[in-house]
């Protein structure tokens, strides 16, 4: 009895091991197709190709450790920065591509971009001005708050139930979504930064992420869906404090 016990054992692990190597190979093969996808869109660009950092709206292009917005911070590039194409593009979780960048400077700076913030250009073209950084506000923001500010495309959002992404009332950062939270694309706002918003009284932090935020949009979290549906879209000064 108990050698046909072990016999059902091995084969029982034995099943649950082909099981776990089908799914990543099919994990695996999703990605793969993924970057297949990435490489052929007309806008792709080639490795050793030159391309300029574009799209920010001043805040500089956030360069990372790896293809994602969930790996460290390596630095951050000013808008109108040439860079040479060196990888890519990568997928990231939720399919946005990612380029392995060196900027051209003598002190060469080499990480990972979001495709979103890279223009092609022609490497012998003249260089842009590039903007070193924001528009610093010329009067005190929200009662006295004053830093780099951006004119910021607001949206709000509530609860989401989980799934397709979505974490229920969970954010990107792992905080629990409070008044106060705000959703932004960390390829140009890091999570973590302290934030204050036109109007406001109230510090924001950027602690969640969303798939339609990109650029200057920031997604402000209301405690209800009336409520964020009210606010519907607008367009507000920015002051980034850290």
């Given at each position: ?126 260089d842009p001005p590039v903007v070193t950084r924001p528009v610093l506000a010329t009067q005190p923001v929200n009662g006295g708050a004053q830093g780099r500010s951006f004119t910021a495309m607001l949206t709000g ?5 989980p799934g397709n992404g979505a974490h229920g009332s969970i954010t990107k950062s792992g905080t629990t979504v409070h008044w106060g939270t ?61």
């Open positions: 009895m108990p050698s046909v016990i072990f016999l059902r054992m091995a084969t029982m692990v034995a099943t649950a091991s082909v099981v776990l190597a089908s799914t990543a190979l099919a994990a695996r093969g999703a990605e793969a197709e993924v970057e297949v996808a990435l490489r052929g869109d007309d806008n792709a660009l080639d490795v050793n190709a030159y391309a300029r950092v574009q799209g920010t709206f001043g805040l500089g292009l956030v360069i990372r450790e790896g293809p994602g917005a969930t790996y460290a911070t390596r630095a951050s590039l000013p808008e109108g920065t040439r860079v040479q194409i060196v990888d890519g593009p990568r997928p990231d979780r939720e399919g946005r591509g990612w380029y392995l960048v060196s900027t051209l400077a003598q002190t060469r700076i080499r990480g990972w971009s979001a495709a979103d913030y890279l223009l092609p250009i022609d490497p012998n073209e003249p959002y509530t609860y989401q139930t705000v959703a932004v694309d960390p390829a140009v706002i890091p999570l973590g930064t302290r934030l204050m918003i036109e109007g406001y009284d109230v510090i924001f932090i950027a602690e969640d992420t969303g798939g339609s935020v990109r650029g200057n949009h920031v997604d402000v979290f209301f405690d209800d869906y009336d409520a964020a549906m009210r606010f519907g879209v607008q367009y507000r000064t920015v002051t980034i404090l850290n």
